[in-house]
């Protein structure tokens, strides 16, 4: 695995040296979120789009560009794409869906498919339920690192999109948490391990952006 993509295993950048993860992200993603209902009814799948920062970017390039002509070849995206993908299994592929509060699991995407233009890295991914998922009830959609070394931005709300009838009939809210409240509110469990632990934890979600549908 090369370096500039070790992060993606333990979170996104083995280029930089490890910080307080809360407080200094190292790699930023642009997002974008689809989420697609199915001719049954049910939800089919949910597509991720990221852009990642130059800076990041050009440690991939640098990592990946074999034939050193400053640019990425198919099989050199290729090759990326591989690596991620078999990097972030273990992270729910910084992908998180609940209904009424309750995690629901997701299969592996088919693929990460990787493209680079402007000097940005894009990665494309699609992912659907394990098992049959009914729009109905409180369903929460979002993205993020659990160890909180990439920061993943939706920077405006339409950034996180639903396509068919059903979903598009339920309630939509897009939450921003303000972090110094969730801090302020969670002070007992916010300890420094948490801000400290490589592993990530399940309050990171606490600070995400997310879409809650109410159907």
Not at 19 to 42: L, S, V, Y
Not at 66 to 77: C, G, I
Not at 143 to 166: C, E, N, Q, R
Not at 173 to 194: C, G, H, W, Y
Request: aromatic content about 10%; hydrophobic content about 40%.
């Amino acid at each position: 695995m090369k370096n500039a993509l070790l992060p993606l295993a333990v979170s996104l950048s083995a280029c930089l040296a490890p910080m307080t993860a809360f407080a200094h992200p190292h790699i930023f993603a642009e997002a974008r979120m689809e989420i697609i209902e199915g001719a049954d009814g049910n939800l089919e799948e949910v597509r991720n789009i990221w852009r990642f920062d130059e800076m990041f970017s050009a440690s991939v390039v640098l990592d990946y560009d074999k034939n050193s002509d400053a640019k990425l070849d198919k099989e050199e995206l290729a090759e990326i794409g591989n690596t991620v993908h078999e990097s972030l299994a273990e992270f729910s592929y910084y992908t998180f869906i609940t209904q009424n509060g309750k995690p629901v699991d997701l299969g592996k995407p088919d693929a990460i498919h990787v493209d680079y233009k402007d000097n940005q890295i894009l990665m494309f991914f699609s992912m659907k339920p394990q098992k049959p998922l009914p729009i109905k009830g409180l369903l929460s959609f979002g993205a993020w690192d659990p160890t909180m070394y990439t920061a993943i931005d939706f920077a405006k709300d339409t950034d996180l999109v639903v396509k068919g009838s059903h979903l598009a009939a339920c309630k939509h809210k897009v939450i921003r948490p303000n972090p110094d409240e969730i801090i302020s509110q969670n002070q007992n469990n916010l300890t420094d391990a948490f801000f400290n632990d490589p592993t990530g934890t399940d309050m990171t979600k606490l600070f995400a952006t997310r879409l809650e549908l109410t159907c």
